[in-house]
């Protein structure tokens, strides 16, 4: 583990300190990961750090402020420590039981919103919702839309129905525990939903040990997608045609170099159009849109 040599005895010397330890973690962005965190979790500013870096810091300070850059050094994600993360301008709540909602997912909600923005009462289901980020942000962005949201994970939907109190959504979206679509069954669904939408675990198996640290330490329920990657996609196709009417969408992020074999199948179970493919700012196909027949 590493830590902290000394006993930073000024705010200044802190972040001196912290970032020399952030930066022997191989943590590219030390400085700025530095300021986030004391910024989150002593409620200064940065123009405060900046303005009182020679004042000495209280012990209680100095204290908080190592226990995180010693977990942030052990890689724990900068955005666990901070307990937030923005995505599609509104502010999460995370924790180590959800996975992080990333800057490509948003890509979904967009692509959500402009087919379904066109329909006077859109009914949306979000598969594996995690924190709850798509069917909140999509039932934040169309004040006409239900939004049903699933997850095998109690936790996750414990965070997910806070974050949709949070932003004020809580009586358009239903969250159900359970297996995929499975948690829909009984609710008179069958033909009607406008739009299907996941980001489901897409990782292959075998490739989990060589990811990232920090993301080695979001849940493996939200990355592990079967031994080629694509387990979750070829059950999702196949329950989502019951759901969806007539013209309505599946909408699937996907891992890089998925979006070939995502067609095909869709292709070859039938019952789907290929409706488009975006590609994220990487230049990756990032988002399959496709149209029930
Ligand atoms: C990649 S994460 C996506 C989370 C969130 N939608 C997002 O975009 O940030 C996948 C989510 O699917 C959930 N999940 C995995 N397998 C599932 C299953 N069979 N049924 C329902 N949810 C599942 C995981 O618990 C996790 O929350």
New binding site residues.
């Given amino acids: 583990m590493l830590t902290l040599t000394g006993q930073p005895a000024t705010y200044g010397a802190l972040v001196h300190e912290g970032t020399a330890l952030l930066l022997k973690a191989g943590i590219a962005n030390a400085a700025q990961e530095v300021r986030w965190l004391l910024e989150g979790t002593l409620g200064l500013s940065g123009l405060q750090l900046q303005l009182e870096r020679d004042r000495s810091v209280p012990a209680e300070h100095r204290d908080r402020a190592l226990a995180l850059l010693t977990r942030r050094a052990d890689g724990e994600p900068l955005q666990y420590l901070l307990g937030t993360q923005e995505f599609c301008g509104l502010d999460f709540e995370v924790g180590p039981t959800?996975?992080i909602?990333?800057p490509e997912?948003e890509l979904l909600v967009r692509e959500v919103r402009e087919m379904a923005g066109r329909e006077a009462a859109p009914l949306i289901a979000?598969?594996?919702?995690?924190?709850g980020?798509?069917a909140v942000a999509v039932a934040h962005a169309l004040p006409k839309a239900r939004v049903y949201a699933?997850?095998?994970?109690a936790d996750?939907l414990g965070v997910a129905r806070r974050n949709a109190s949070r932003h004020g959504v809580t009586q358009r979206v239903r969250f159900l525990e359970?297996?995929?679509l499975s948690p829909l069954a009984g609710l008179g669904l069958e033909g009607r939903l406008t739009a299907v939408v996941s980001?489901?675990?897409y990782i292959p198996t075998g490739d989990l040990p060589g990811l990232q640290r920090e993301v080695q330490q979001e849940?493996r329920?939200?990355?592990d997608g079967g031994p080629d990657g694509l387990a979750?996609y070829r059950r999702l196709l196949r329950e989502a045609t019951s759901y969806l009417a007539s013209g309505g969408r599946l909408v699937l992020e996907v891992g890089q170099g998925q979006a070939e074999s995502v067609c095909r199948m869709a292709e070859q179970l039938g019952g789907y159009g290929v409706n488009g493919v975006r590609r994220d700012e990487a230049g990756i196909d990032r988002v399959v849109s496709l149209e029930k027949r």
Avoid: E, M, Y
């Fill in positions: 959800v996975l909602p990333r997912t979000d598969i594996g919702t995690g924190s980020c798509i699933t997850d095998l994970s996750a359970g297996d995929l980001n489901p675990p849940p329920l939200a990355l979750i």
